[in-house]
């Protein structure tokens, strides 16, 4: 998975992402609509403690999801725990649904996995990535005296930093931690260390201490996402990085931690890909029921990537051809976190992306499906790509990250990652995508009226069409015009008004109560949260200066986006002939 932020000390680490443990077989499949069970709109943002990040998600045997990640700005460890619905659970740590964990300095998650007893795993850093940390919780957000040094916390040091991104669990219940370890504080080189059930290394696992590592291209790497396969072999997939680019790799080992002389060129237990121009990063993997590895990639930073390899390492020409697949998705800031497998191997990636709107972008989390043969599935959000968004940006550097992504038992997927706060900074972001049944549908409605009857077709119309209204305003006069915002969605739905800045001799003013809101509508800011059913309305004023020329005509529209599915925007327009 990909790290949502950087660390000093592994420098050469850019951003990285955990895998998730699947629940058993789905009963129902989602079908790319968010769950308006969840939350009410399908997305949840949290603050545990000031800045905060999610990085992992798992879920348990009775449904609640656990997100793992960062509080305090990225100093401590952040446990949040929801109910079904998208609550809180308050069962769970200090009667809130949160647990933070000072263990050392600055500290981080990464993974989160959850066990037969239901016993919650972490996996991450201590003390600024000088030491590798797993930490188990017990089912009430306590940590477990049973597991490492006793007090529920095993850390482990190797070279001058180290970190787990990703946590798989044996069927002997011993855990394998991925990641990343530097010997001289600057190349990264992949590791992977074996513990038994109590958190105690392995010492039949690589060099006799649990611990293997693995040197990856002439400037380093960094690996993000680990798996298991069914012989017991062990996948890592991350990032190579040679003088000139940086490229996918993965490695394979065998049960005791050796290098695997079945896989790759000339028996070296490597695979490097590179995906396309520019630089690529392997964010995460999985592995098919067949044994075929899949994994998530970057393309150049502006295209999602799946790769598909046969159980030998090359490149599966069954999967889109080439065992690559890039997709666009979105107009910009677009990267893929992390990745899960459906029961029936379907492929779900998780990432970001900005879209832009007519009048606005806006930063979405965003979900893809695949098919087994690498196609976009069209069952899902017709197009294969369903989104979540939370917020609104500038469309450079979105604050919005997607960083991991399961599977319910029930066929829901939830997604998880990063989104900023209603107070600022960042906090733990969650959507939760199922089926037509229980989908949001938001629709925010526009009408204008001039001295009359409301205008509008009650439908979505980004163009204004049939619904304008146009009027003569002489030279140094002024006109009125209401518009009503309605929500005619069946989910409670902030909708962002944003409209035309007038031109030259054309003057513009809204107001919404009696107060100016002219700003935040220019540069969309100015939101109104409304109930199903329920409707404001804000006042547009044309000023036309006596220097204006007549006979031209200006076009003013103004729109209404939803902010649970920003394809949902509505557009009204005033319509003026200066005489």
């Known amino acids: 998975m990909r790290i949502s932020f950087r660390t000093a000390t592994v420098g050469a680490l850019a951003l990285a992402m955990l895998s998730t443990l699947v629940p058993p077989a789905a009963a129902a499949v989602s079908t790319g609509w968010l769950d308006r069970t969840f939350g009410g709109d399908g997305k949840v943002l949290t603050n545990v403690g000031g800045d905060d990040t999610g990085e992992a998600v798992a879920v348990q045997a009775d449904g609640k999801i656990v997100v793992a990640g960062t509080a305090h700005g990225g100093t401590d460890i952040a446990l949040v725990r929801y109910n079904t619905d998208g609550s809180l659970d308050s069962t769970f740590g200090g009667g809130d649904g949160k647990v933070i964990t000072d263990v050392s300095g600055d500290d981080a998650a990464f993974a989160v996995a959850i066990l037969t007893d239901q016993k919650i795993l972490v996996g991450g850093f201590a003390d600024g990535t000088l030491e590798a940390a797993l930490l188990r919780y017990d089912t009430t957000g306590t940590l477990d005296p049973t597991f490492g040094g006793g007090d529920g916390i095993a850390l482990t040091t190797v070279g001058q930093g180290a970190l787990f991104t990703d946590l798989v669990v044996q069927p002997d219940d011993a855990i394998l931690a991925g990641g990343t370890m530097t010997p001289d504080g600057v190349k990264g080189e992949y590791l992977v260390v074996r513990y038994d059930s109590s958190g105690v290394p392995d010492a039949t696992f690589g060099g006799g201490d649990g611990i293997q590592t693995t040197i990856v291209g002439t400037g380093g790497g960094f690996a993000e996402g680990i798996a298991l396969q069914g012989d017991g072999s062990i996948v890592l997939a991350g990032t190579q990085v040679s003088s000139s680019n940086e490229n996918v790799e993965l490695v394979r080992y065998d049960s005791s931690g050796s290098l695997d002389t079945t896989f790759g060129a000339a028996a ?127 469309g450079n550097g979105a604050p919005v990250a997607g960083n991991d992504v399961a599977v319910q038992g029930d066929g829901k997927i939830v ?110 800011g100015f939101h109104v949260v409304l109930a199903p059913g329920a409707s404001a309305t804000i006042k547009l004023i044309v000023h036309v200066s006596t220097s204006a020329k007549v006979g031209k005509v200006f076009r003013l529209p103004v729109g209404g986006t939803s902010e649970v599915d920003f394809t949902k925007q509505d557009v009204v327009a005033a319509k003026i002939r200066i005489t």
Request: no cysteine; charged share 20%; net charge neutral.
């Open 268 to 394: 070296s237990g490597k695979v490097t890909t590179d995906v396309g121009a520019g630089p690529d990063e392997g964010t995460d993997v999985a592995i098919q029921t067949d044994g075929k590895i899949v994994v998530a990639a970057n393309s150049n930073f502006r295209k999602g990537a799946v790769l598909r390899y046969d159980t030998d390492g090359t490149l599966d020409p069954t999967f889109s051809g080439d065992g690559k697949v890039l997709t666009k998705l979105g107009q910009f800031g677009q990267a893929y976190g992390g990745l899960v497998l459906q029961p029936d191997d379907a492929i779900v990636a998780v990432g970001e992306a900005v879209e832009q709107t007519q009048f606005s972008y806006t930063d979405t989390i965003v979900v893809a499906r695949y098919t087994t043969t690498g196609v976009l599935d069209t069952t899902f959000s017709r197009d294969g790509k369903a989104f979540a968004p939370f917020g609104t940006g500038s």
């Open 415 to 524: 997604a998880v990652g990063t989104a900023p706060g209603a107070g600022g900074g960042s906090d733990v972001a969650a959507a939760r995508f199922g089926t037509k049944a229980t989908a949001v549908l938001p629709r925010p409605d526009l009408l204008i009226r001039s001295g009359g009857s409301f205008v509008g077709d009650g439908r979505y119309n980004v163009t204004g069409l049939g619904q304008t209204i146009a009027k003569k305003v002489a030279r140094g006069h002024s006109a009125s015009f209401s518009i009503k915002i309605q929500n005619d969605g069946n989910t409670v739905d902030t909708i962002m008004i944003q409209g035309s800045g007038g031109a030259p001799g054309v003057g513009v003013q809204y107001f919404a109560n009696g107060a100016p809101v002219t700003r935040r509508v220019l540069f969309g």
